[in-house]
């Protein structure tokens, strides 16, 4: 471990009064050869005063930021590193209230322990005397990938609702498995996320949909989510969602109900789209139950999609891209729609083309656990390479024709948008060719 400090850290504990510790994830990371190189994320901590760490980290060249005497936290940076220091202490919470009601500072390294979350967060690395220490067996725990809570799991999870998010967070990164007590425990407090601010609960949720990412665990980000149902949380951040558990679908279409469809369609979807992966089908169990049939389950679902985003405070752009990608998810699945039907979308919603088509590739993968490529992706993929060899224009923008030709050619002003358009739509179906003449003619003809 002492050859992944960066030497300021050493610095810095060679100056306190006390020893400084590295205290969760790196610990945990490092002994499950998780870690990697160049982490630029550290949470230390001493039984020593915040004033007192806020002093010595500046003589050794940290940038210090907030510092918070009530609960004994300072965050500071170094070389591009975040940092955040914690005093040793223990906490009182009240339940349903994520913050402590009250913060006791301690000198003792169990005390300290035990009001983290999981015994895998609990091992320490004292910097300066170059060794681990345990106070509640965590390393065993790291080392048989295993998740178990510092405490009974009822007590854990019912001091803080984001706990139950952070499992399935932690789980989803790392591979770890919680045990049937801990999952019980989240289960039992699953309403308490009701408690926790939108923001954290949609920045968790990000976390979860990338989770492979971290540290290439394969499948990560289904493990996840798979864990959200299990606990019960998913049902309280997206009942919507979870009501299509057990919805059974056409078995010559499907081999999983609607929930485990969704689940495995964010499974193959790549990071940039899986928020709409997790969504695409969200309108399935809304019209199912309210309709008896799943038909235009896409539009319900973008309209759904979009109060889902609105209530979680997801990005305005990212909401946009992700209602855009559910709406459109279904269109041509069949591979009924024309070619010039197919090449106006392209042109028409070209902004989401290429996040559209994965979309689309993952929704068929996860029907049925086929990789081999989505008929409708490969008949679009087909349309689009033959346009651009014929060079068609893709907007209104690569039109041989500006708006301003248009008038002087004697299109009225107010209509000239309006003939753009209609304008580019011919040229991509080869009614009329990119040429500015033709173009121009092909207007006035329309027009009279």
């Known amino acids: ?47 020593v005063a915040a004033e007192e760490v806020g002093a010595i980290a500046e003589a050794v060249g940290f940038k210090v930021g907030a510092a918070y005497k009530n609960t004994g936290t300072v965050r500071m940076t170094f070389d591009g590193s975040d940092c955040e220091f914690t005093s040793f202490r223990t906490d009182r919470y009240v339940r349903g209230r994520h913050s402590p009601a009250e913060v006791f500072f301690t000198n003792d390294i169990v005390s300290d322990a035990l009001r983290r979350d999981f015994k895998c967060n609990a091992v320490y690395y004292d910097i300066a005397a ?34 139950l998010m952070r499992l399935c967070r932690i789980a989803a990164q790392t591979g770890f498995t919680p045990t049937e007590e801990c999952v019980a425990g989240a289960y039992k407090n699953r309403r308490l996320i009701a408690d926790i601010a939108p923001e ?52 010559d279409y499907h081999a999983y109900d609607v929930l ?8 193959y979807a790549p990071p940039t789209i899986r928020l709409a992966a997790l969504l ?8 199912k139950l309210t309709t008896g049939r799943y038909a235009r389950h896409e539009e319900e679902g973008a309209r759904i999609a979009a109060e889902i985003c609105a209530r979680l405070r997801v990005p305005k752009k990212v909401t946009e891209r992700t209602c855009e990608l559910v709406r459109w998810h279904m269109y041509d699945l069949r591979c009924d729609a024309s070619e010039n039907k197919v090449r106006k979308f392209i042109v028409s919603h070209f902004d989401i083309l290429q996040e559209l088509l994965l979309l689309k590739q993952s929704d068929y ?34 039109l041989a024709v500006r708006g301003d030709e248009l008038i002087g050619a004697g299109i009225c002003p107010n209509e000239t948008a309006k003939t753009l358009k209609f304008l580019l739509g011919e040229c991509v179906i080869g009614n009329v060719p990119n040429e500015k003449d033709r173009l121009i003619r ?6 009279a």
């Open 130 to 163: 170059d060794n681990f220490v345990d106070p509640l067996g965590g390393i065993e725990d790291i080392e048989a990938k295993r998740i178990t809570t510092v405490a009974p799991a009822e007590k854990v999870f019912g001091e803080d609702g984001l706990r």
């Open 280 to 287: 695409h089908d969200v309108g399935k169990p809304y019209c």
């Open 260 to 267: 485990e469809h969704t689940a495995r369609c964010v499974l």
């Open 1 to 47: 471990m002492n050859s992944i400090i960066p030497e300021k850290l050493k610095t810095f504990a060679n100056k306190l009064s006390a020893p400084l510790y590295v205290v969760g994830g790196a610990c945990r990371d490092f002994i499950s050869g998780l870690f990697a190189e160049g982490a630029t994320d550290w949470d230390i901590c001493a039984p």
């Open 442 to 447: 092909y207007a006035l003809a329309r027009r």
């Open 365 to 398: 993968s996860a029907c049925k656990d086929a990789l081999s490529p989505a008929p409708c992706v490969a008949k679009w993929k087909n349309i689009y390479a033959q346009m651009l060899k014929e060079g068609v224009p893709l907007n209104i923008k690569q």
């Open 200 to 251: 954290r609960i949609w920045t968790e949720l990000e976390y979860i949909l990338t989770a492979d990412l971290k540290y290439g665990v394969k499948g990560g980000q289904y493990k996840g989510i798979k864990l959200l149902k299990e606990t019960g949380v998913l049902g309280c951040i997206l009942p919507e969602l979870a009501a299509g558990d057990g919805m059974a679908q056409r078995e």
